[in-house]
């Protein structure tokens, strides 16, 4: 079988209160990505901010834009200027009060391949995003791109295996996670671990259990919380590419921006699931109550 190889950016940025400057940041880095060979390059969730979802404050939806709107045409411009599929994440607003966690595919010709809303929605301490974004209701479907098919999903959502098992039965030949998790600084060095192990296992058991490659992108840096009632966000950033067999193709620091490139050999998913034929031997005529919130006996 040949192979069928691409080369994937993946840019883990820190970002400031300056959204331009976040931008022409991004604009930086993407160049880089492609001036080095990549044909796909992969940001970090909702981008041109800092992660506003700290703090529970109505004017912060004036953050928000429309799709197509001002960051699609800029984002569009960027991919079209260096022939890139790219992966974008950006706060959408679809009416008045009416708005979505939205990740946004470009071809490489600049036009918009496709777009994601999130599905998953935490509301937790430090990540106030039910108070921002309305559940997607796109449903689970792949995006198909000139460099091949992308289920691209965000953040929270890399929590649940159904999401990744819809997007690989709908065709998907890689998991994209556009990501923003970090640790409370206060947090104890085992507790850190034992997190950052946990979302680097679950994702990488997403890429064995349907062996496809995940690509997973995260921010970086200290963010404060404005309200001054937390110790705010230390973005954990290890970002990482594994193979469909769970491997770790390549990764980033814990603690520095960096521009990842990495190579990713698409056609090894039909080797992988002719020795491991998961789909194949999958008992879909037991699995109904999956669909309930939960068993009681």
Known sequence: MSKREISVGLIQQGNTS?????????AKNIADCAAKGAELVVLQELHNSLYFCQTEDVELFDLAEPI?????????ELAKKHRIVLVTSLFEKRAPGLYHNTAVIFEKDGSLAGKY????????PGFYEKFYFTPG?????????SVGKLGVLVCWDQWYPEAARLM?????EMLIYPTAIGWDPRDTEDEKSRQQNAWITI????????????????????ENDPSGSSEGIQFWGNSFVAGPQG????????????????KADLSRSEDVRRIWPFLRDRRIENYGDITKRFLND
């Open 18 to 26: 300056d959204i331009e400057a976040n931008k022409a940041k991004l």
């Open 68 to 76: 197509p709107g001002p960051s699609t045409d800029y984002y569009s």
């Open 117 to 124: 809303r999130k599905m998953h929605i935490p509301d937790d």
């Open 137 to 145: 209701d796109l449903g689970f479907h792949p995006i198909q791109t």
């Open 168 to 172: 690989a039965m709908a065709g998907a």
């Open 203 to 222: 994702q990488r058991s997403h890429a064995v259990a349907n062996g496809i490659p995940v690509i997973s992108v995260n921010r970086i840096g200290r």
């Open 247 to 262: 491997e770790i193709l390549a990764n980033t620091s814990s603690s520095e921006e960096q521009n990842l490139l990495v």
